[in-house]
């Protein structure tokens, strides 16, 4: 129902974007919202955006990372910048999304990995 995509090696201080779309006979998506699990760490909350267009980020990332929404499109956005070492990890977004037939289910994202290294 969620499909990542857009992670991948970069040096320190470059960008990417990451994407996640949802899919199937959604009726409507509540907060969605990226996280990220490092290895040997548990999976922390990286930012989030209401269905309004409020956000929230992590300390960590405020100030390089920016969350977006396209509702038309059903598809979440993490555009980051000035990526550190520190920000390699796996990235999942999640969402609650309410479905015709399915009803109101909570799902996630596969996974795309990022890894920030010279």
């Known amino acids: 129902q969620l499909q990542a995509s857009g992670g991948g090696l970069v040096q320190p201080g470059g960008s990417l974007r990451l994407s996640c779309a949802a899919a199937?006979?959604?009726?409507?998506?509540?907060?969605m919202n990226w996280y990220r699990q490092a290895p040997g760490k548990q999976r922390e909350l990286v930012a989030r955006i209401t269905s309004s267009g409020s956000t929230n980020y992590a300390d960590s990332v405020k100030g390089r990372f920016t969350i977006s929404r396209d509702n038309a499109k059903n598809t979440v956005y993490l555009q980051m910048n000035s990526l550190k070492p520190e920000d390699t990890a796996v990235y999942y977004c999640?969402?609650?999304?309410?479905?015709?037939?399915?009803?109101?289910?909570?799902?996630w994202g596969q996974g795309t990995q990022v890894t920030v290294s010279s």
């Open positions: 999640n969402a609650p999304i309410y479905s015709s037939g399915t009803g109101f289910r909570d799902y």
């Open positions: 199937g006979s959604i009726v409507s998506i509540g907060t």
